[in-house]
T-cell receptor, first 117, second 113 residues
Framework: DTGVSQNPRHKITKRGQNVTFRCDPI?????LYWYRQTLGQGPEFLTY????????KSRLLSDRFSAERPKGSFSTLEIQRTEQGDSAMYLC???????????????FGAGTRLSVL | TQLLEQSPQFLSIQEGENLTVYCNSS?????LQWYRQEPGEGPVLLVTVVTGGEVKKLKRLTFQFGDARKDSSLHITAAQPGDTGLYLCAGAFYTGTASKLTFGTGTRLQVTL
């Protein structure tokens, strides 16, 4: 396994269009996370899954955003009716859940850079 | 809301110099990770610290976790141009789900010849 894979690497879209990103986690990892990173900032948490269950969503995740992980493996993040403020790097990470969550070591993909014109 | 403050935000030094980056919070971390990120790429994990007072060394990089698990530092000895990048600390706060990481704003390091 070569790590977390994200596709596409870059996406340019017009305002109002829908976009979908895909993340393939490290194969034995049961947790998958989505983050958003804007220029000059650290990543901000959006949502995470344990297996196929979406367990937490940030207030940053507006109604236009939806994430799925239907079979507990890959995940998709869809943004509907994109706005210019959605332009950012969207990062996916995965981890192996530990019994008491004391480490939560997350491994990141290379990200999808979204530009909304 | 847990916040992580990193300092300095920018650092430009010459090859061979030493530097220290700080990561501070008013909250107690269950663990803390340091990542390095290059332009257009995702963060790459450098180290995880869990125990208060813990010190870990990775070649020329030394990571320290504060006794109270609220702060951490990264010290680089004899910096090289290959150390250039964005250094991010990220804290995990155990909430029962221990899910998300809270990232600092990062320290952008430039090492010149």
């Amino acid at each position: 396994d070569t790590g977390v894979s994200q596709n596409p690497r870059h996406k340019i879209t017009k305002r109002g269009q829908n976009v979908t990103f895909r993340c393939d986690p490290i194969s034995e990892h049961n947790r998958l996370y989505w983050y958003r990173q804007t220029l000059g900032q650290g990543p901000e948490f959006l949502t995470y899954f344990q297996n196929e269950a979406q367990l937490e969503k940030s207030r940053l995740l507006s109604d236009r955003f939806s994430a799925e992980r239907p079979k507990g493996s890959f995940s998709t993040l869809e943004i509907q009716r994109t706005e210019q403020g959605d332009s950012a790097m969207y990062l996916c990470a995965s981890s192996l859940a530990e019994p008491y969550g004391t480490k939560n070591i997350q491994y990141f993909g290379a990200g999808t850079r979204l530009s909304v014109l | 809301t847990q916040l992580l403050e990193q300092s300095p935000q920018f650092l430009s030094i010459q090859e061979g110099e030493n530097l220290t980056v700080y990561c501070n919070s008013s909250s107690v971390f269950s663990s803390l990770q340091w990542y390095r990120q290059e332009p257009g790429e995702g963060p790459v994990l450098l180290v995880t610290v869990v125990t208060g007072g813990e010190v870990k060394k990775l070649k020329r990089l030394t990571f320290q976790f504060g006794d109270a698990r609220k702060d951490s530092s990264l010290h680089i000895t004899a910096a090289q141009p290959g150390d250039t990048g964005l250094y991010l600390c990220a804290g995990a706060f155990y909430t029962g789900t221990a899910s998300k990481l809270t990232f600092g704003t990062g320290t952008r390091l430039q090492v010149t010849l």
